[in-house]
């Protein structure tokens, strides 16, 4: 298996092949999507663990409420 990961040699032959598969032209292209997917996943898991921040803030003041009013 990969005791390290990949060498630079594996590096380069995955890069050629890479280059063969989609063209010099199209790997620019490639990669602004996949830059552009990875921003997008990551505004997502932020905004998701705001909402959930905002909900435990809101589930905390309700169990406070309670407790004085009783």
């Not at 092949?17 to 552009?36: C, E, T, Y």
Request: no cysteine.
């Amino acid at each position: 298996m990969f005791a390290g990961g990949p060498g630079w040699q594996e590096i380069i032959i995955v890069l050629f092949v890479v280059l063969i598969l989609f063209g010099a032209k199209r790997i620019p292209d490639i990669a602004s999507g996949l830059g552009k997917g990875i921003r997008d996943f990551k505004k997502a898991l932020k905004d998701t663990q705001d909402e959930i921040t905002r909900e435990s803030g809101n589930s905390d003041k309700k169990i406070e409420e309670k407790k004085s009013d009783d």
